[in-house]
């Protein structure tokens, strides 16, 4: 487990923040646990991590990197549009508190989390990576990719099934109609037939459905 008070007291020292990290990981852990994240959880962020720690030799400025994966879903609302932006803004009300407040480091940790609002990123970059870390869970095999679309699915339950199903899959359609879903290369190696596959396979599956429904 990769989501541990230890490595968030890490990534603070790393960014030369002042102050106690603990209050910091525990209104985190909060966030990450309200009811209703059956997707964008802390399990989400482990996997985040994780997916940083194997790419980490891809990335410019590792803390900054870490740090914004941290925040980048710690505002999730699926009523809202504005997540990316509160997540961004709570980032830099940490730093500031920490006594880190403007300079480069703010402004690229805010345009880090920003960046996982469209996942678009010049290729071979921090923000690269920040985005196709965000994005492995497409590259899952199907068991797992399942899974998360069910989990995704629960999260937006408050949405009558016809017009979930219409959003849900014309997001999946811009996947991929991209030229690549992976902005660098040992993602693209690792995870891009196999997304393409399981997205492929979803969007039959619910054509077929909505077949059989109709």
Known sequence: MRVTKARFEKVWTELGLEGAAAPWFDRLMTAYGEVGRAYHNARHLNECLAGLDESRHL???????????WFHDAVYDTRATDNEERSADLALECLREGGREGGDLGAKIRDLVMLTKTHQAEPDTDGAVMVDVDLAILGQLWPRFEEYDRAIRREYEWVPVDLYAQKRCDVLRKFLQRNFIYRTRHFRDKYEAQARSNLVRKLELAKFES????
Do not use: D, M, T, W
């Open 59 to 69: 990335v410019a400025e590792a803390p900054a990197v870490e740090f914004a994966l």
């Open 211 to 214: 077949r059989v429904s109709g």
